[in-house]
């Protein structure tokens, strides 16, 4: 039986592998922080989407400080709040595109900044369906109307390893 062959190719398989692994690879494109401020972002837009108040609090420092337009809010309570009184809370839906996001890590505090559409469902006729969840079964090509376009920036820190916005400023239109 001739061995050779089985061999030589073990030892250029181990040469093509050592050889990749030389080849500088990117940065992971979602490091942990990243993930982490991702889900933050997520998370606000689900609260506001679904009128969850619950989550939309757990999402803000004590502290935590809020600018929008003549609007300055202190404190996770208040701007908890100050969303849930806010026009389209849970009645819109909210939405981010990756491309629109931005977060410069350093240790346990981030910039970020993104960029959002919100938008209102018309669940084909029935004034009670607002959100895509409450559309009826069976509605087809539900109108969709985008009825802002916004973008937030600030700073984000990680409290008991989960982020939260400490400063967060928001105006309409994009960045």
């Not at 609007?71 to 100050?82: C, E």
């Not at 369906?129 to 937030?152: D, K, R, Y």
Request: include cysteine; charge should be negative.
């Amino acid at each position: 039986m001739n061995t050779t062959l089985p061999l030589c190719a073990v030892i250029a398989g181990c040469c093509l592998l050592s050889s990749l692994a030389a080849i500088p690879v990117a940065d992971d494109p979602a490091p942990p922080a990243a993930v982490g401020l991702m889900q933050l972002r997520e998370d606000f837009h689900a609260a506001s989407s679904s009128g969850d108040y619950e989550l939309m609090l757990s999402l803000w420092t004590d502290n935590a400080e809020f600018h929008g337009g003549p609007n300055h809010v202190v404190g996770a309570t208040n701007i908890a709040d100050f969303f849930a009184a806010g026009p389209g809370w849970g009645t819109t839906l909210n939405l981010t595109s990756e491309s629109k996001s931005d977060f410069d890590v350093q240790g346990n505090r981030a910039e970020y900044a993104f960029e959002c559409v919100i938008v209102r469902i018309d669940g084909g006729g029935d004034p009670l369906a607002t959100s895509l969840s409450s559309i009826p079964p069976g509605s087809q090509n539900p109108n969709v109307e985008i009825i802002q376009h916004s973008n937030s920036s600030g700073l984000a820190v990680r409290e008991d390893g989960r982020w939260k916005f400490a400063v967060f400023n928001g105006a309409a239109g994009p960045n």
